[in-house]
């Protein structure tokens, strides 16, 4: 069984400088958040997904929950995306393989992620969602990347897993797998 992480742990800084708001709430036109959108998409492919956060934020868990993700709360996410990746692979450990994704984009189609999971074929196998040629998300690693993912730690996320391994790009016909949002202006979806 692939084991889908959400990782719902970051600052988003560039999003609001202040600190005061935190654009995985911030709602889309249809009124739900980013992060539920995101949540929901993943949890659609790999039911019972982990989302990562940092302790404390129970508004953010809950569109979590509501979206069908079992919530973990890292204290250990305070370090940065690697450590949160980190926590959750370790608590999956069991996994044939984690599908990763980020919380700060709602509009990953649900086929993309469910091509990149079928992609996990074998334990070495990494594979990436990617529009136009330029990889994007999700990533997905197969169990033998555990341990390394596991080791993780600080804000590089699995970078060097991506620079020093083979990737498997499955094109997804769809700029979402590329698209965050990183500013205000990014709520609105524009082609």
Not at 7 to 35: C, E, I, M, Q, W
Not at 61 to 71: E, M, N, Y
Not at 170 to 178: C, M, N, Q, T
Request: proline share 6%; hydrophobic share 50%.
């Amino acid at each position: 069984m692939i084991q889908g992480i959400l990782l719902a742990a970051g600052y988003g800084r560039r999003f609001d400088p202040s600190g005061h708001s935190n654009k995985l709430l911030a709602t889309l036109p249809d009124g739900r958040s980013v992060a539920w959108h995101a949540a929901r998409a993943l949890c659609t492919v790999l039911p019972g997904s982990i989302a990562v956060i940092r302790p404390g934020h129970e508004a953010l868990a809950a569109d979590l929950r509501d979206a069908g993700c079992r919530v973990l709360e890292s204290p250990d996410a305070e370090a940065g995306m690697g450590s949160a990746l980190a926590h959750a692979v370790g608590d999956s450990a069991g996994a044939d393989g984690w599908l990763v994704t980020l919380a700060d984009m709602p509009w990953l189609p649900v086929d993309a992620i469910r091509a990149v999971a079928a992609a996990i074929d074998r334990p070495e196998r990494i594979a990436a969602a990617a529009f136009a040629g330029q990889r994007g998300h999700p990533v997905a690693f197969g169990a033998a990347h555990g341990a390394a993912l596991a080791a993780l730690h600080g804000d590089s996320g699995a970078r060097e897993l991506l620079r020093t391994h083979p990737v498997q790009l499955i094109e997804a016909g769809d700029d979402g797998v590329l698209r965050d949002i990183d500013l205000p202006e990014h709520l609105q979806r524009v082609r």
